[in-house]
């Protein structure tokens, strides 16, 4: 038997995965691979691809975590060898694409009175880039999320439309505009709250989602270089989904919504103003830091508050994003 040296083994190595043993890929390395995925997998023009590698360029942040510190617990090929096939071709719904006109995506509607051909908006089945076995984007602030689904044609949802798509049903939105966002907050919560469920059912249950990966011990105040984001692939977990069809909205990243403030601010009406800032759903470790309430109406206080299109709004290590498009 031919016996490789050290150096033969990490040049093979270096061909297949582009960065040498123990060194970690930069994370402008990182986004050129994913930009690649998701042109592939979602069939994006060169136009809108430009569009959303001119976002990216203009953060040192924005990514699947920092390479440097992330560990994710789980790997593409793992997650293949799971679902017993490509997760892209798992989670392809014909029925969806019809209506919404391109994959990985969910109609959203009230099953109460409609059928899913009746759906006005469709939901990104996942988080950010949107294809099933790939890590979420995170350190992305609220104005480049609301840029980055401006560039391929979506935008950003409103609070009541994540609501809908992680409770089972998208109805009228209530935002009690007029009073202050603390009190529209409790006002809507009081009024959602005897009908409280999670994505995946009335009673939260542990390792249903992406929540048991784990916190780095660098981790301190939050910073990029001693956080990693940990996430799994999404749709690593094919039951954690809610009743219309939409994964990983608990668990993996918590995510950015538009919260308007008055109806001239609602996203779904057009707007490109938007409102303020809300965080969605729950992340990586809630399974080991149950931090908060996370029903699927539930609106969570002001935290880090701030207009979604200022320029310093929050971002950090677990929080990304998914878009959302009208259906024409």
């Not at 965080?279 to 931090?291: E, H, L, P, T």
Request: with cysteine; aromatic share 10%.
């Amino acid at each position: 038997m031919r016996r490789l040296s050290m150096a033969v083994i990490a040049a093979g190595l270096l061909a297949i995965t582009g960065a040498m043993p123990g060194q970690a890929q930069t994370l402008q390395e990182n986004n050129e691979t994913m930009f690649r995925q998701m042109q592939a997998a979602r069939g994006l023009s060169s136009a809108e691809m430009n569009r959303i590698k001119k976002i990216f360029a203009g953060s040192s942040f924005i990514g699947q975590g920092n390479p440097a510190v992330t560990r994710h617990p789980l790997t593409f090929d793992q997650l293949r060898a799971k679902l017993g096939q490509d997760p892209k071709s798992y989670y392809r719904n014909a029925q969806f694409e019809r209506i919404c006109g391109e994959p990985f995506m969910a109609p959203l509607y009230d099953p109460a009175t409609q059928s899913p051909s009746d759906a006005k908006v469709c939901a990104d089945m996942f988080e950010y880039p949107n294809v099933p076995g790939m890590y979420p984007v995170t350190w992305v602030r609220a104005n480049e999320a609301a840029e980055l689904c401006w560039a391929e044609g979506k935008r950003m949802g409103d609070a009541h439309e994540w609501e809908g798509a992680s409770h089972g049903a998208l109805t009228e939105p209530d935002y009690f505009f007029g009073r202050s966002v603390q009190a529209m907050r409790a006002a809507h919560n009081a009024k959602h709250q005897a009908t409280a469920r999670f994505s995946i059912g009335k009673q939260w249950r542990s390792g249903v989602c992406a929540t048991g990966s784990f916190k780095n011990g660098s981790c301190n105040g939050g910073s990029f270089t001693g956080c990693g984001s940990n996430t799994y692939p999404a749709g690593s977990f094919p039951a954690c989904k809610s009743p219309l069809g939409v994964y990983d909205l608990d668990g993996n990243a918590a995510e950015h919504m538009n919260l308007p403030l008055s109806p001239d601010q609602m996203s779904s009406r057009s707007s490109r103003t938007l409102g303020v800032t809300e965080m969605k759903g729950s992340w990586f470790i809630w399974d080991i830091v149950r931090a908060h309430t996370h029903w699927s109406r539930w609106r969570a206080p002001f935290w880090h508050g701030g207009k979604v299109l200022a320029r310093n709004s929050h971002h950090n290590y677990h929080l990304g994003f998914r878009c959302f498009k009208d259906v024409k």
